[in-house]
Nanobody, 122 residues
Framework: VQLQASGGGSVQPGGSLRLSCSAI????????IGWFRQAPGKEREGVSC????????YYADSTKGRFTISRENAKNTVYLQMNGLEPEDTAVYYC????????????????WGQGTLVTVSS
C-alpha cells in the first residue's frame, strides 16, 4: 500500500500548480483523501480533503477560493489544483488516506505519501 504525491515545483506568485496523489496497492475511491503541507519550522497543517463519496470537501481558510480538490477514480488519483499561489504557500505537500472520511486533522489518516515540494517565489 503506497501513496505517491507529485506535481510540485517552483512558480512565481500568482502562478498555478496541480498536485497529484496516486495510490499503488489499493483503490483510492474507498478512501477520504487529505492534502497537508509543512513549511520549515512549522507544524503540518491541513490544506484540503475530500470524502470517499465526494460529498464532503474541506479547505483551510487560507486556501479557499484558490485551491480545488478533485478525484478521478478511473486513474486512482486525487488532484489538488492550486491557483493564485502566494509565497506563504511554500511548503512540502503531502497526501494522506483514511477510510471514507474527510478531515483536516493529521490524526486519523492511515497512509501517507512522501511529499512534494512547492516553492513560490519571485
Amino acid at each position: 500500500v503506497q501513496l505517491q504525491a507529485s506535481g510540485g515545483g517552483s512558480v512565481q506568485p500568482g502562478g498555478s500548480l496541480r498536485l497529484s496523489c496516486s495510490a499503488i496497492g489499493f483503490a483510492l475511491g474507498s478512501y477520504g483523501i487529505g492534502w497537508f503541507r509543512q513549511a520549515p519550522g512549522k507544524e503540518r497543517e491541513g490544506v484540503s480533503c475530500i470524502s470517499a463519496d465526494d460529498a464532503t470537501t474541506y479547505y483551510a481558510d487560507s486556501t479557499k477560493g484558490r485551491f480545488t480538490i478533485s478525484r478521478e477514480n478511473a486513474k486512482n488519483t486525487v488532484y489538488l489544483q492550486m491557483n493564485g499561489l502566494e509565497p506563504e504557500d511554500t511548503a512540502v505537500y503531502y497526501c494522506a488516506a483514511q477510510p471514507r472520511l474527510c478531515s483536516g486533522q493529521v490524526s486519523g489518516y492511515d497512509y501517507w505519501g512522501q511529499g512534494t515540494l512547492v516553492t513560490v517565489s519571485s
